[in-house]
């Protein structure tokens, strides 16, 4: 393994330096938002990014000293540990006295610091010579984070997400040592892919990998949560009524579902429906309850109805369901129990199901079969039609997984399909041709003059309005089952596929 490079003092000084060209160095802090409202938007845009390059370096340096100071408060040490010497009970609550930030923020520190210490060098004058005996499977997130392709917030959500590699993932022949290589080569995508979204969606995605290589985690995930699932009641001192729900991984799909089909128009689902929606539609809109209000009062009204409403009286013209989708290829070997060694995924989101659930709801309403090639381009159905499909917008999210919009969280069932060559100048109404964008992007991309484009079979490409700065941009999917047509490089897919 090669020595880390730490020049950060160096890079972080000339951060603060392009960071003082642009504000001033005799700025009083008292008069700074004046001096700020001086700027264009460009200048303030350059400012938010310089000043965040200087937090990350110095969240990299916290994380660094938030581990040397859980290595010298090692519960071996007992009241001789810093910690314990300056009062404290933990390193986090020390370092949280110090920064003044929160737990959580001083949780992560930590965490990360210690997962550094697992593949740094013992001392800096060894470094050259002397080199750990086994490279830790995130060794590459640490790499990563002191060159300054991640942050420490990064960092931690993809450690996090990816959690630590099982000792077998339920296959035959799948050593140790390839379930390891998995799990860092899994790490490395996941780096590579952290530029362009937001540190939410890289735990998401990261939860999403790791439950797609540990079938059999995810199952033992399910079956915690389903075992901790529960709904109590109380009464405060004002004999104010309040209720909790602790969710398994299903419901909770299921009354996201139900939530999300009341609270469509408002949350701004599609434009493309009937008039019998749309004035649905504006009616809620106009409604002067809150969000809040509106979802206490469905549930009731759920409760109420039971099996003797019809699904239209609450629920409206949509009714709600959950898709799941799974690699059909995937979905055919059995434990010992005969359970389904398989992860599906929410078609929303992404979020993991058991192999277990998806073998039950198969049983129970039957599947829908989307069929894609190795590049993940599904079939098309030519140019009779101006709008897609119900079919066809299916397979849009099975390839997308939402809005493909950059750092769009937007689900799929919230999404428009747009025509990447538009209808009105010969474009076919091919998915092929057709990406899910949500209703804002998809009206700021016709109405601000950004295109999308695709050569053949490659990749939507998202091109800026002419005159304007910035390149264009690869559009990654969102889908969690992305991996069944986006595999690693030939060489580096070992146990890949083993889940």
Not at 422 to 444: A, N, P, Q, V
Request: hydrophobic residues 40%; proline residues 5%.
């Amino acid at each position: 393994m090669q020595p880390w490079n730490m020049a950060i003092l160096n890079d972080m000084r000339g951060r603060i330096d392009a960071l003082e060209s642009r504000v001033g160095a005799d700025v009083d802090g008292r008069f700074l938002l004046e001096v700020m409202r001086r700027f264009d938007d460009d200048a303030v845009v350059d400012i938010v990014a310089k000043a965040s390059e200087v937090k990350h370096d110095a969240d990299r340096i916290v994380a660094v000293a938030a581990a040397v100071l859980a290595e010298r408060s090692t519960r071996e040490k007992g009241q001789a540990g810093v910690a314990a010497v300056r009062g404290h009970s933990s390193p986090i609550s020390l370092v949280q006295s110090i920064s003044g930030g929160t737990r959580a923020d001083a949780v992560r520190a930590v965490r990360v610091g210690e997962s550094l210490l697992d593949g740094a060098p013992a001392a800096v004058d060894e470094a050259i010579e002397a080199a750990p005996v086994v490279v830790p499977w995130h060794d590459p997130l640490g790499r990563a984070m002191f060159s300054g392709a991640l942050t420490s917030q990064q960092h931690a959500a993809i450690l996090r997400g990816l959690g630590e590699p099982p000792a077998s993932i339920g296959r035959d022949g799948v050593s140790g040592e390839e379930i390891y290589e998995v799990w860092s080569l899994a790490a490395t995508q996941l780096i590579e892919e952290a530029a362009g979204v937001d540190v939410e969606e890289l735990a998401r995605r990261a939860r999403q990998v790791r439950d797609a290589l540990d079938p059999v985690g995810t199952e033992e995930r399910h079956a915690q949560r389903f075992g901790a699932r529960k709904f109590r009641m109380w009464t405060d001192a004002e004999g104010g009524r309040h209720g909790h729900f602790d969710f398994d991984d299903e419901q909770a799909a299921f009354w996201d579902s139900v939530i999300a089909s009341a609270l469509r128009p408002r949350r701004g689902g599609p434009r493309f429906v009937t008039d019998e929606e749309r004035a649905a539609a504006d009616e809620l809109v106009a409604d002067p309850r809150t969000n809040d209000q509106l979802v206490y009062d469905l549930v009731t009204d759920v409760f109420r109805a039971g099996a003797l409403a019809s699904a239209s009286d609450v629920f409206g013209a949509r009714q709600p369901g959950v898709r799941m989708v799974v690699v059909r290829d995937a979905a055919e070997p059995r434990d010992a129990f005969g359970r389904l060694l398989a992860t599906g995924h929410l078609e929303d989101g992404g979020d993991a199901i058991a192999g277990s659930v998806i073998d039950r709801a198969m049983c129970d309403v039957g599947t829908v079969e989307v069929v894609m090639d190795s590049c993940g381009n599904p079939l098309d159905v030519g140019r009779e039609r101006r709008l897609f499909t119900a079919k066809q917008k299916l397979t849009l999210a099975v390839r997308d997984g939402g809005c493909m919009w950059p750092g769009c969280r937007v689900a799929a069932s919230y999404c428009e399909a747009h025509h990447a060559d538009r209808w009105s100048e010969g474009g076919r109404t091919d998915t092929e041709c057709g990406i899910l964008l949500c209703r804002f992007h998809h009206m700021l991309l016709h109405n601000a003059g950004w295109q999308i484009r695709r050569d053949s079979a490659g990749a939507f490409v998202l091109h800026p309005p002419p005159g304007t700065d910035g390149s264009p941009r690869v559009l990654r999917s969102r889908s969690a089952v992305r991996w069944a047509w986006d595999p690693p490089p030939p060489g580096m897919r070992v146990g890949w596929r083993a889940a």
